[in-house]
């Protein structure tokens, strides 16, 4: 029986982030996945909000019982219980600096999803194009900043740290759910569509099994 329970869904990027990062620190094997249907639009889900009283995914709930959730939570929880680290330490002052590249990251993707539920969730005639555009504006200027960065080594046999596993999260889902966007014809986006490719090919993300977006 695994030794962590997380409530996700396939098609988060959040989810997607805290499974590279269970991957990394070797924990993916103590991970189980118990997959949820979570909409916005609709009731929410009571096995979730028995975790996560907003009802938001991911959720992890510890040996104890306890649940924890919000990515940068979990993420942070994982590090700290494993033998191998994509964080700074606690008293190293970079730990802040990393902690706000994911902030950086989950700001993008927070901007993204907004744009789905607009589009997904309300008839066209009562979309606010106005609105649309300044999320795209936050993703815009977002990737324009990761693509003048200097980025983790993506072949590094060491773990990937938080700021590349943050950026991996970030493309994986632009790819999947915005592919006419095509961030890679942008100044520096060759550059970043490189290491992506690259990174994907990490052993260990290779051989985990991810849910299918």
């Not at 929410?44 to 009283?53: A, E, K, L, Q, R």
């Not at 939570?73 to 970079?94: E, F, T």
């Not at 990937?160 to 889902?173: K, N, R, T």
Request: contains cysteine.
């Amino acid at each position: 029986m695994a030794k962590y329970q997380l409530f996700a869904s396939p098609t988060s990027p959040f989810v997607h982030k805290v499974l590279i990062a269970a991957v990394e620190l070797g924990l993916q094997d103590q991970i189980g996945y118990s997959s949820q249907i979570v909409n916005v639009f609709s009731s929410p889900n009571d096995t979730v909000c028995s975790t996560n009283p907003l009802g938001k995914i991911p959720a992890l709930i510890l040996p104890s019982g306890s649940p924890i959730f919000g990515s940068s939570v979990i993420v942070q929880y994982l590090d700290s219980v494993s033998s191998k680290n994509i964080l700074p330490a606690y008293d190293d002052p970079k730990r802040y600096d990393s902690l706000t590249f994911e902030a950086l990251g989950d700001g993008i993707l927070e901007a993204a999803l907004l744009i789905r539920y607009e589009l997904t969730g309300r008839d066209f005639s009562k979309q606010n194009e106005v609105w649309i555009t300044a999320q795209h504006g936050k993703i815009e200027r977002g990737l324009k900043h990761l693509m003048k960065v200097t980025l983790p080594p993506p072949d590094t046999p060491a773990p990937l740290p938080i700021e590349g596993i943050s950026v991996a999260s970030v493309l994986w889902y632009l790819e999947g759910r915005f592919p006419t966007l095509a961030w890679w014809e942008w100044p520096g986006g060759f550059e970043l569509k490189g290491w992506y490719e690259k990174v994907k090919g990490r052993e260990g993300w290779l051989k985990y099994d991810f849910p299918k977006n």
